[in-house]
């Protein structure tokens, strides 16, 4: 929030999409200590309450589910949604028929250290953007 200029008084309400189940009662305090918020977590009941057709609903990541219906409220139809991350994912979605798949490969750092940690002369590359 102090990054952004927010202050916590501003804030009425948190929702978080989180894959990392272990992390959820940590954040959760976090949120509530620094709020004063209970948050809600996106889970399978959640995404069965959206108005937005996701088939699979307890098998598939809060993360995915939370791309796809933001890109649809704020950009229509249809949309394909390139997620970065430790996963690097392509989720196509339509307003009527709901997410319609997901492709994940490993993130660009993921591979880097798989590379080299399968490798025998491969080192790790750092990732940098190059100087113009």
């Known amino acids: 929030m102090l990054e952004w200029n927010i202050s ?3 804030i009425s309400k948190c929702i978080i999409s989180s894959v990392v189940p272990d992390l959820n009662d940590v954040i959760r305090q976090a ?3 620094t709020t004063g918020l209970n ?4 889970t399978a009941d ?3 309450s959206l108005d937005l057709p996701i088939p699979h609903p307890y098998e598939i990541g809060s993360d995915l589910v939370a791309n796809a219906y933001a ?3 704020l950009h229509g139809n249809h949309c394909i949604i390139v997620d970065f991350g430790t996963a690097l994912s392509f989720t196509v979605v339509n ?3 709901g997410l319609i798949g997901v492709t994940i490969a490993p ?3 993921t591979a880097l250290h798989s590379l080299s940690d399968k490798t025998a002369q491969l080192p790790v ?3 940098s953007c190059p100087i113009l």
Do not use: Y
């Open 95 to 97: 307003k009527t028929e």
């Open 8 to 10: 916590s008084i501003d």
């Open 39 to 42: 948050p809600l977590f996106i």
């Open 125 to 127: 590359v750092p990732l």
């Open 71 to 73: 890109a649809i409220q």
């Open 31 to 33: 949120v509530n200590f």
């Open 107 to 109: 993130g660009l750092k």
């Open 46 to 48: 959640v995404i069965k």
